[in-house]
Structures are given as C-alpha cells and as structure tokens.
C-alpha cells in the first residue's frame, strides 16, 4: 500500500523522498549505542559540572584535538 502510494508522487518527489530517507539513515549510522554505562558516566559528569560552576571546562574541539580526533 505505501508503494502504491509513493508511485503517486512525482519524480521529483520521490527522488525527494530517497533524499530525507538516505539522510536519515545516514544520521542513524553515525550514532553509535549509547551503553547504561556511558550513559551513567555521562549524567555523573553533568551533575558534578552543575555541583561545581567554578571547575574548569572543556569545549568539545578541545577534548577532541586532545585525544587527536577529527570533528
């Protein structure tokens, strides 16, 4: 039934359509699992930020330039 209906659309439509769903596959792929763990870890690290403003942050670019990953 959702064949038939994307047959309705026009080709450009429906070279939309391959577009969004490529893309969308593409954003599924690129995230990784997030593990109970990680995710424990991380939610740690944010309550100990917000117990302690005055504690020196880092952006992203700087832990990742750190540890010599490409963003």
Do not use: C, F
Not at 44 to 55: G, H, L, M, T
Request: net charge negative; no cysteine; charged share 35%.
């Amino acid at each position: 039934m959702l064949l038939h209906e994307i047959a309705k659309l026009s080709v450009e439509e429906r070279r939309a359509l391959i577009d969004d769903l490529w893309d969308s596959i593409e954003t599924e792929q690129a995230l990784p699992p997030l593990s109970d763990e990680l995710a424990h870890l991380l939610d740690a690290r944010y309550r100990e930020s917000v117990e302690n403003p005055d504690q020196k942050s880092y952006t992203l670019e700087e832990i990742a330039g750190r540890h010599g990953v490409k963003l």
